[in-house]
């Protein structure tokens, strides 16, 4: 842990605390707690010393006094011990780790981080060098001073420059910043959207730092503390553009003193904490004016009166200045005096505050062509920020080609700017401006139409990529349409029809990536569309055009809330089918958030309307759901019944999609149930159908479990392959959770096979990913198999430390399978360590877990590592006891790895016992079984066979000699 974590902080107040006392040894601190009722033992001390294991109060008030009394603090006056100091400390101790815990939800996929988010630098930046040299020089001093936060709030009116300064110094200081460069606009005068609400900020922020969007905390201040802990010991610099308030930027800021945070805004933002630079700016200067025009229109140059003029016309605005600069250079036939006479003859104001600028924009306005104007209007009214030629042609109801050529002229004019490729933008004024202009000059109906073929154009678009994906996400296929385009609508009224919507463009989306990129990138105009719409109707069908997006990104309370609203429209509607689509996309959305009562609910809501409505596809999506729910309760037998009848169902409508899905939930099912042969045969079934129907991310699903499948019957080779294909498929469709959770399962089979060394590096890979994405289930697989690795390879403390964290976070979200699986591998690294007493602590509590879940498969690895732990302790008759146990659960179950492991335990047992002839029989019998499962077994069980018969040399030679035989023989089966 680094020293920002709570853990180790308040490990130190401790250390304090026994060194006041003269420094007690931790046996005399045990005895100690002892006699005060409440006895901790030496490891367990030591651990929160370390700051390794979560202190909780009972053990702060009872170890502070167990100091005192060291001290010479008579018995008598511990009662009077003043503790409010300590108790104040733990509490402190106890928030910020919850607030740690916030930062990582459980779900199912990520984002890459992002390093650098800066737009490009002005080619043309022109003066400015007392603003740069005063940021960078006091920047400079206070980063090399490491005292605080380095803060520039830079303020100024509209098109003076703000923007552009503080690009400018941010590409000047980027390499002062390695771990990451970031921009953000905060939108507070965009025209037609509303100021980033800081929670959206901080869900930006954390997205690019890597956090899967699904794991974001749900509340501002768990969003900030997060951004907070990720940065407290990086290197940032945060450009922060378009604030609208102190209230706005304060909970984005880094309290780190090694990162650089540049505000602009507006308004001087006075409120902000800490030692804040303020940077007014105001217009350029006369001669900075005219040489930023001159840079941009060097032909003017022969005329500087002129320049000097033209420059003052519009105040010496930089955005005027660059816009008028661009008009002389397209009508190099004018002089400077035209320009300046047209400029003068157009005093156009949007408001006061941006008079001048206006004129030079209605200049620009004046010299497109008609057809261009219409565009540059319309596109004032996208109530997103970012568009490229299709949403263009949505908006005018023009031809993508020549929506598409007027936007390369609009921005040829610098009336746009291009964001990517062949995506637009607008500066917030020229926005402003269009709206202005279309609101003067479209009639309402039309403005209205405009937008509805807007947003009828994105539902089809994103109905277009959910179905490239090949991914299903139960209901969405269905309930994608209008009302009035669904043939099991009820009572639903005709909306308003766009122009000619069958000949409507759509984006060319081709396979998977190219579908996902299209809606990633679009989703922001997506919400911004559902945002803006009233009519009940929209609202239905652009939530469920939404919802493959929303789910497969996040963040997952927003997914709820937009379902939610979608259910009160379609029931305001009297539309039942809607009604029940919408509540099954709303049960699976309450499913991702942990909600598994509300996902319960919804889904039985959802089935009672398909039944009702005789929709047999309804039907077998809220089936298919509510097994998902009952699986994720550990409810096998329920999840098995319900995912039964809705592959029937699916199998009856052809729906192969559908039965893969099912199929593969299945499998796992059966997989968690140890019914391995079962398991394996159904992800068989479903990898024909996600191959065939070319879904790479339902066969990566697929393929992962089925790895899982093989490994626990010691297929460790197949398993291996099943693993790396599933991996290069969620590399390629850069799902980088996935990705993370891949890793963690091969290192898992590189473990069963032996290749510790192999299996290291693949799990601190998977370990890494899975802290940047925020996700604390795959950080509890992949520290859990790390720390078994790392003691297996005789790092001892530090495995115990890896499964120590594992185990606090399954502990944290309730996560009982994922607390066994740690108690379970950190009772065996506390046994190689010599913790006995510990290890029988830890192996009892798993073993009493996975009887409570019902998991006998891993019960049985549980009841081998207890015999072995008891049989170190010289218990022969309870460890002959576990391992008897474990065998008859691997036979039943059909697992050859358990069942030669609980073998090789009896085998101690009988060489204890004395009994060398059953220690050489029982030996074999293990030998031929775990030779079948790989040479990595193999050479462990030689090397075990030669400690069980060191004392009985008579009959080493024969059983090694059966070992090699075996070995050899490469076919044998065990008996």
Known sequence: MNDADPLPRFAGLLRECRGGAGAPSLRALETLTEKLGHRYGRASIADKLAGTSRPNWEFVETFVRACAVHSGTPPGDLARLDLSGWRLAHRDLMRDLAARRLGRRTATNSTAALRCTLPADAVAFTGRRRQVRVIGDLAAGRLDSGSMVTIHAIDGMPGVGKTALAVHVAHRMARRFPDGQWFLDLHAHTPGQRPVAATDALATLLMGDGVDPRHLPEDLEGRSLLWRDRTATRRVLLVLDNAASSDQVVPLLPTSPHCLVLVTSRRHLGDLPGAVTQV?????????????????????????????????????????????????????????????????????????????????????????????????????LHPGVEFDAHAAAALTGLPVTEAGHHLDGLHGDHLLVEHGYRRYTMHDLIRDYALDLASREESAPERDRAVDRLSEYYRRAAVAAHHATGRRTWAVPRAVSLPAESAATAGASEPDRIDEPDRMALPELGDQVMALAWGRTELPNLLACLTRATDPRRVVGLTAAVTGLLWLDGPWDRAVERHTAAVHAARSLGDRWHEAAALTDLANSCYLVDDYRGAERAFGEALDLYRALDDRHGQADALGGHGRVRYALDDFPAAERALGEALDLYRALDDRRGQADVLTLLGDTRRLATDCTGAAQVLEQALDLTRASGDRYGQADALSILGGVLSRIGEHGRAERCQRQALALHRDLGNTHRVAVMLGFLGDVQRLAGDHEAARGTLLEAVEIARRSGDRNSQIMTLNFLGYVRSRLGEHEQGIRDQREALDLARAIGYRRGEAGCLLYLGAALRENGELQQAVQELGEALDVYRALGDDGDEAETLNELGITHAVLGRPDRAKACHLRSLDLAAELDLPRERAHALLGLARCARADGDAEEVARVCRQAARILHRLGPGEAVNVEAELAHLLADHPAHTADAVGAVGATSGAGSATGS
């Open 280 to 380: 007014p700016l105001d217009v350029l200067s006369p001669d900075q004016a005219k040489l930023m025009f001159l840079r941009l229109a060097p032909h003017t140059m022969t005329d500087p009166d002129a320049v000097a003029e033209l420059v003052e016309v519009c105040s010496r605005l930089p955005l005027a200045i660059s816009l008028l600069a661009r008009v002389a250079t397209k009508h190099q036939a004018w002089t400077l005096r035209d320009l300046i006479t047209e400029t003068r003859a157009r005093l156009l104001s949007i408001s006061a505050e941006s008079r001048t600028v206006s004129a030079a924009f209605d200049l620009s306005y004046a010299h497109l062509p008609p057809d261009r104007q219409r565009t540059l209007r319309y596109l004032g």
